[in-house]
């Protein structure tokens, strides 16, 4: 396991690998489940090309990563869908 940053340096990400750090340690983790539990089983990388008011194209990253399905099945893919059925996602705006 290696140092975490001082707390000024950080984004994001590295203030999120920073609590993973102090929890696996405090937990004592045998390497094989740290190792297990901080790299994920799946990784998604869309890149969505935008139209801008200004008339150029811009692409924005989007990500998706998936640790787990111990759990049971992730959805969140599906709620991205305009068509999905759900009633649940029914009050979102559709554009």
């Given at each position: 396991m290696?140092?975490?940053?001082m707390p000024e340096e950080m984004?994001?990400?590295q203030n999120a690998e920073a609590r993973f750090e102090v929890a696996a340690d405090k937990l004592g983790l045998e390497q094989?489940?740290?190792r297990y539990l901080k790299y994920p089983s799946k990784e998604i990388t869309l890149y969505i090309p935008i139209g801008m008011d200004n008339g150029t194209?811009?692409?924005f990253t989007g990500y998706r990563v998936l640790h787990?399905?111990?759990r049971g099945r992730v959805r969140a893919e599906?709620?991205?869908l305009p068509?999905?059925?759900?009633?649940?996602?029914?009050?979102?705006?559709?554009?």
């Amino acid at each position: 396991m290696s140092p975490a940053p001082m707390p000024e340096e950080m984004n994001v990400y590295q203030n999120a690998e920073a609590r993973f750090e102090v929890a696996a340690d405090k937990l004592g983790l045998e390497q094989g489940l740290y190792r297990y539990l901080k790299y994920p089983s799946k990784e998604i990388t869309l890149y969505i090309p935008i139209g801008m008011d200004n008339g150029t194209l811009e692409v924005f990253t989007g990500y998706r990563v998936l640790h787990s399905t111990v759990r049971g099945r992730v959805r969140a893919e599906s709620a991205l869908l305009p068509t999905f059925p759900s009633t649940k996602y029914a009050r979102w705006p559709r554009g």
